[in-house]
């Protein structure tokens, strides 16, 4: 069974940084998609961030272009987002997602972790 567990959430002030890491259990290019994903009160669950895992090309929403980064450690089976310059509506849950496929969303979520940008 496939488990994604997130870490590395919390209260942040606004211009400041966070790393996130999502923990796979198996082998990373057992999926061809990694992305991160966010969803604030109200909002719907949208695309921060995913990545390719063989290939390493990435895609970005334009809301955090030039400020968040997704990398891999494919020795640690780990997924990262660098988040910089946070700013107070980057405020959600941030999910991971793993995908069989290269595109959209795969089946697989982690719980989500909470980041807060306090302005």
């Known amino acids: 069974q496939v488990q994604l567990v997130e870490s590395g959430g919390g209260l942040v002030q606004a211009g400041g940084s966070l790393k996130l890491s999502c923990a796979i259990s198996g082998n990373i290019f057992s999926f061809a998609a990694m992305g991160w994903y966010r969803q604030a009160p109200g909002k719907e669950r949208e695309l921060v961030a995913r990545?390719?895992?063989?290939?390493?090309?990435?895609n970005y929403a334009d809301a955090v272009k030039g400020r968040f980064t997704i990398s891999t450690d494919n020795g640690k089976n780990t997924v990262y987002l660098q988040m910089n310059s946070l700013k107070p509506e980057d405020t959600a849950v941030y999910f991971c997602?793993?995908?069989?496929?290269?595109?959209?969303?795969?089946?697989?979520w982690g719980k989500g972790t909470l980041v807060t940008v306090s302005s």
């Open positions: 990545i390719i895992t063989r290939r390493g090309s990435t």
């Open positions: 997602n793993a995908g069989l496929n290269t595109v959209g969303p795969g089946p697989y």
